[in-house]
């Protein structure tokens, strides 16, 4: 008998929890490409589908997001409505936990396929006038940043904070070097502006030609400027 209470006990239990819907995470996404403009799909927020579109020039306007952290991008506006087990996504990733920005980096291959890369972005990850990089390129790569240098990994990202950043516009000195067998090339060298109320995202990618290896996309937002997720 007790058996039987416990058997049923246990199935009521297995049931109740498939019928909960997964935790809703809300954050705000700001998308961004390389290697190609990402159009013409689409992404669920709450009960909305919405368009998603993410470029290579520059982020887009920042996507509020409420949903499952699964997050699914499909070809049409329909394939959130189709019943299961539906079309396959287009991409999908999990998004961090417990994260109120998400910078969202899309990567196009030359097969059409898409894939989707989530960092936290949120303010304790950075502030107005750091500087975020992030090595997508084969191999190490040694950076000069104003007074400061070091070497990011591939597949790494480090962070960079000065107080003077902060409160100055000024020039800030940038160099890039590759590096093989312990030995440093410079690749790249510039003086760029520096705006301290922007948060910047450098990317380093593979470079198409022999004469630079490393190529530069460099974004920023503005921290300042963000309203609460949802408004």
Same mark, same amino acid.
């Given at each position: 008998?007790?058996?039987?209470? =416990?058997?049923?006990? &246990?199935?009521?239990?297995?049931?109740?929890?498939?019928?909960? $819907?997964?935790?809703?995470?809300?954050?705000?996404? &700001?998308?961004? *490409?390389?290697?190609?403009?990402?159009?013409?799909?689409?992404?669920?927020?709450?009960?909305?589908?919405?368009?998603?579109?993410?470029?290579?020039?520059?982020? #887009?306007?920042?996507?509020?997001?409420? #949903?499952?952290?699964?997050?699914?991008?499909? *070809?049409?506006?329909?394939?959130?409505?189709?019943?299961?087990?539906? $079309?396959? $996504?287009?991409?999908?990733?999990?998004?961090?936990?417990?994260?109120?920005?998400?910078?969202?980096?899309?990567?196009?291959? +030359?097969?059409?396929?898409?894939?989707?890369?989530? !960092?936290?972005? *949120?303010?304790?990850?950075?502030?107005?006038?750091?500087?975020?990089?992030?090595?997508?390129?084969?191999?190490?790569?040694?950076?000069?940043?104003?007074?400061?240098?070091?070497?990011?990994?591939?597949? +790494?990202?480090?962070?960079?904070?000065?107080?003077?950043?902060?409160?100055?516009?000024?020039?800030?000195?940038? +160099? &890039?070097?590759?590096?093989?067998?312990?030995?440093?090339?410079?690749? !790249?060298?510039?003086?760029?502006?520096? +705006?301290?109320?922007?948060?910047?995202?450098?990317? &380093?990618?593979?470079?198409?030609?022999?004469?630079? $290896? =490393?190529? =530069?996309?460099?974004? !920023?937002?503005?921290? *300042?400027?963000?309203?609460?997720?949802?408004?």
């Amino acid at each position: 008998m007790h058996l039987r209470i =416990i058997g049923l006990f &246990l199935a009521f239990v297995s049931f109740a929890l498939a019928q909960t $819907p997964p935790p809703v995470i809300k954050t705000r996404l &700001l998308p961004v *490409s390389i290697g190609g403009n990402v159009e013409n799909l689409f992404f669920k927020t709450g009960e909305k589908v919405l368009p998603f579109e993410a470029y290579q020039l520059g982020f #887009g306007p920042p996507l509020d997001y409420a #949903g499952p952290r699964r997050f699914i991008l499909h *070809s049409s506006e329909t394939a959130f409505s189709a019943r299961p087990p539906g $079309p396959a $996504p287009v991409a999908s990733v999990d998004l961090p936990p417990g994260a109120d920005k998400v910078l969202l980096l899309c990567i196009p291959n +030359q097969e059409g396929k898409l894939r989707l890369v989530t !960092y936290d972005i *949120s303010g304790k990850q950075a502030q107005a006038g750091d500087y975020r990089i992030f090595n997508l390129s084969p191999g190490a790569v040694s950076v000069i940043l104003g007074d400061k240098t070091f070497v990011v990994e591939p597949a +790494q990202d480090k962070t960079l904070s000065d107080p003077d950043w902060r409160t100055e516009v000024r020039d800030i000195n940038f +160099q &890039l070097a590759t590096v093989t067998n312990g030995e440093a090339n410079k690749v !790249y060298s510039s003086m760029w502006g520096h +705006q301290p109320g922007r948060r910047n995202f450098i990317f &380093l990618i593979n470079g198409r030609t022999a004469t630079m $290896p =490393i190529e =530069i996309l460099r974004f !920023y937002d503005v921290p *300042s400027a963000d309203l609460p997720v949802g408004n």
